[in-house]
């Protein structure tokens, strides 16, 4: 291993033809070329950033602590996915799916000579089966909602899923033109709001591809995957944006684990007549504002003269992170075209921020499904008022007010 250290800042002293071109929206993985971010040998790279976003730094330090050889490459042996996924037609259309690899699981297979050859090329999509298990689905069972069929749902709580483990890869030019502006001013807005950690993003306008030092998001799919795509599928769904806080240890400040129970709810019973039920988890803490700033948020807002208030719940987020919200739901519905999926019939969210990404991406919705009003916690009530009250519902045409807040006993300035 030489000493010396190999910057990919610019394009001199890289080979020429080294690396594959990535023809993004390719209808196949074959003529679209690999995802390359070879750390065992750089002059491959046709990428900028690294694999496992948020974790490639756990990965550094395992290197750096001796734990972890630095030629290491992943034996993909027995690694396929339990289930396959598409091709499907989105995935030729580079404007459908701009932030992850539709062809990410199918690596092992698609490019098994160039990685028996030597060239270091890794998955960005698993997908395995397992199953899960919630008290709240016990409770369930118990009150007569769902019922055991020993096919998607046991007696005991066990549920039947296929999960699918999902890592950002943006297409920047693609993300650019979702977003409606130039790809440099993308470019460069990355680079300084990550302290420069990826200079390629503005030296190396050729590379196109990058792996965003992020979270990923994880899919739990309820019934036949393969039903999937289909016009005569009946699909149900939640898309849970993670809450660590309320979905691992219950806080009662939020709505997030009573809406991801019930729309696991809605997804088992889709499965059990035939459809297929879905719910995608997304690593976007704090509506991608993270933790700390969470915590901050919900300190200003018990401690405001007055005490927490429907009022200025946005207000004292945006105080505080100096916006409301940064998880961009115009990114979201990538996965839906990845699936295939152009219709979801039963939608269990009352957001108007995901409804609205989806059908501006073509993707009917069919029924929203609201969280019952029982399932959500007193400490909730505030989020849920203001949320309300900015035109967070679930039917169509209806119009929050504070006649409606007074009339379900609640006020938006009590």
């Known amino acids: 291993m030489a000493d010396h ?11 020429k033809n080294a ?31 690294t694999h496992s976003g948020a974790y490639a730094v756990y990965r550094a330090l395992a290197v750096a602590a001796g734990s972890l050889h630095r030629e290491h490459r992943p034996d993909l042996t027995n690694t396929a996915p339990a289930e396959d996924i598409g091709p499907h037609s989105q995935w030729a259309d580079p404007d459908r799916i701009v932030s992850l690899d539709p ?29 899960i298990n919630m ?45 409606g502006i130039k790809e440099s001013a993308l470019r460069r807005s990355l680079f300084e709001q990550t302290g420069g950690m990826f200079p390629e993003l503005v030296t190396r306008s050729d590379l196109k591809v990058f792996l965003p030092p992020i979270g990923g998001m994880t899919l739990y799919c309820f019934g036949d995957m393969r039903l999937l795509g289909k016009d005569t599928t009946r699909v149900a769904c939640r898309v849970h944006d993670e809450c660590n806080g309320s979905d691992v240890f219950g806080s009662d400040i939020c709505t997030c684990r009573p809406y991801l129970a019930h729309g696991i709810e809605v997804c088992i019973e889709m499965a059990q007549q035939g459809g297929v039920g879905l719910v ?11 933790e700390v700033t969470k915590f901050l948020v919900y300190n200003a807002r018990k401690r405001q003269v007055g005490g927490d208030r429907a009022a200025t719940y946005f207000e004292r987020t945006e105080c505080v992170a100096g916006v409301q919200d940064m998880r961009f739901q115009e990114l979201m519905p990538d996965v839906f075209h990845w699936l295939g999926i152009k219709r979801i019939d039963r939608w269990a969210s009352m957001s108007n921020l995901k409804h609205g990404a989806l059908t501006a991406q073509g993707i009917e919705v069919v029924e929203r499904v609201p969280i019952p009003d029982e399932l959500i916690p007193a400490d909730a009530r505030v989020e849920m008022d203001a949320k309300v009250a900015a035109g967070y519902f679930s039917t ?4 929050p007010s504070e006649e409606l807040l007074v009339a379900k006993g609640r006020s938006l300035t009590e």
């Open 5 to 15: 250290i190999m910057l990919t800042s610019h394009s001199q002293g890289r080979k």
């Open 19 to 49: 690396a594959t071109d990535i023809r993004w929206g390719a209808p196949s993985p074959e003529e679209r070329g690999p995802i390359i971010a070879s750390l065992t040998n750089p002059q491959q790279r046709n990428v900028i950033g």
């Open 103 to 131: 062809y990410g699981h199918m690596i092992g297979s698609a490019f098994a000579e160039q990685i028996a050859a030597g060239m270091d090329i890794r998955p960005t999509i698993a997908i395995t089966k397992a199953h």
């Open 135 to 179: 008290p709240e689905l016990k409770d369930a069972i118990a009150a007569g909602r769902l019922k055991p069929d020993d096919r998607v749902l046991f007696a005991n709580g066990d549920v039947r899923v296929t999960k699918a483990a999902i890592d950002p890869v943006w297409y920047l030019p693609g993300l650019a033109k979702r977003f």
């Open 280 to 290: 995608i988890y997304n690593r976007k803490e704090g509506r991608a504002l993270g």
């Open 396 to 399: 169509e045409g209806a119009v």
